[in-house]
């Protein structure tokens, strides 16, 4: 059970049943009354966010949330498949709940879903993941002209920018945090 003193950015709780997390934070003490808490929270099932005001000794629940390691399996044209890779249940995930993660999404990847009373609401990637260029525009020494990156399509179909010297059929590792270029990877 937290109390309004212990709201903060990141924190997940229960408000009328449905998981919720704290996005944005602001603590206001007038010069008169109670103290306020201003809070944008965002819900952890549907996406959607509003801004609430609490009063100092309001009380909250913690959300009954857990989170297991899931391998990635496959996506049958509606939903997606994740294994856990402990008691090897599986799941199934719809393209809203999987995000922007689904750019990024290549079987055999293991990752952290998230739960809430026992039903699957969401992903998380690793930081890093390994991916192969397919197509890449080759790079003319000295063309200085076209900027420093050059569009690649990665084996998922994610489309991102890369430095020149990348070339087609290479492994890179992509940061899953903004979906940018980070290094090759030998091998």
Known sequence: MYESADLK???KI???GAPYVITQFQFVK???GQALYKCRLKNMVNGSQF???FRSGEKFNEANLEQFEME????DGD???FMNTS???QEFLTADQVGEAKDLLKENILCQVLFFDGKAIGITLPNFIDLRIVKSDPWAKGDTASGS???ATLETGYVLQVPPFVEEGELIRIDTRTGEYSERVKG
């Open 9 to 11: 950015k990141g924190l």
């Open 51 to 53: 801004d609430r005001t």
């Open 30 to 32: 007038p010069g008169k």
């Open 14 to 16: 229960e408000i009328d």
């Open 87 to 89: 008691t090897y249940n």
């Open 79 to 81: 939903s997606y498949c």
């Open 72 to 75: 990635y399996l496959y996506f």
């Open 149 to 151: 990156t050059k569009p």
